[in-house]
């Protein structure tokens, strides 16, 4: 079964770095893109990137863009979110999702658990 | 930038009730590109209705999705203790991409 599990989330200074990373199994990584998508406490969703099934494009919210980058290495079945210059704002919990194309439906259909980034000093 | 207001904010039912969630949007959506979602309290997200009405795999039939255009409906035909959660539609937009969450509706055990 489809299984998405993030980690690396802890709590940072404001200003600092921090890569999450979004161990994927149960499907074929190289075939699907993945996103993003944060949760900030007591609020609601919102989407922060989205990297396509090859690598070859990356696509950003405008709150994150130019601080972080996503990322996949295929080989570890892996995907990554590289975090620079954070903010108090950034403060969320992040969750990793699956990009679902089917007949030119777009959704994502598996989630993972979520890790918490705390940005505070 | 597309902006998705969905209303009401918190809808305050009992069980066996019927359940009719509302998502409008900035300007005129593309069906295929809007999704709803279900999150129930400390749980990730759940994938409810793609396609603007299609169910998603192991959705139960009381979850419909309907609507065109500006303006999208999920209804729950009659409310199991466990639906209650927060609802929320997304859309996706391809110029470039972007994902856009409405700011979610809440279904309380009145």
């Known amino acids: 079964q489809v299984q998405l599990v993030e980690s690396g989330g802890s709590v940072v200074q404001p200003g600092g770095s921090l890569r999450l990373s979004c161990e994927a199994s149960?499907?074929?990584?190289?075939?699907?893109?993945m996103h993003w998508v944060r949760q900030a406490p007591g609020k609601g969703l919102e989407w922060v990137a989205v990297?396509?099934?090859?690598?070859?494009?990356?696509y950003y919210a405008d709150s994150v863009k130019g601080r972080f980058t996503i990322s996949k290495d295929i080989s570890k079945k892996t995907l990554y979110l590289q975090m620079d210059s954070l903010r108090a704002e950034d403060t969320a919990v992040y969750y990793c999702?699956?990009?679902?194309?089917?007949?030119?439906?777009?959704?994502?259909?598996?989630w993972g658990q979520g890790t918490l980034v705390t940005v505070s000093s | 930038e597309i902006v998705l207001a969905q209303s009401p904010g918190t809808l305050s039912l009992s069980p066996g009730d019927r359940a009719t969630l509302s998502c409008r949007a900035s300007?005129?959506?593309?069906?295929?590109?809007l999704t709803w979602y279900q999150q129930k309290p400390g749980q990730a997200p759940r994938l409810l209705i793609y396609?603007?009405?299609s169910r998603a795999t192991g959705v139960p039939d009381r979850f419909s999705g309907s609507g065109s255009g500006a303006d999208f409906t999920l209804t729950i035909s009659r409310l199991e203790p466990e639906d209650f959660a927060v609802y929320y539609c997304?859309?996706?937009?391809?110029?470039?991409?972007?994902?856009?969450f409405g700011q979610g509706t809440k279904v309380e055990i009145k």
């Open positions: 396609g603007a009405s």
């Open positions: 149960g499907f074929t990584f190289s075939s699907y893109g």
């Open positions: 997304q859309h996706y937009d391809n110029s470039p991409p972007v994902y856009t």
């Open positions: 300007q005129t959506l593309n069906d295929n590109f």
């Open positions: 990297i396509w099934y090859d690598g070859n494009a990356k």
């Open positions: 999702a699956r990009d679902k194309r089917l007949r030119g439906v777009i959704s994502m259909d598996y």
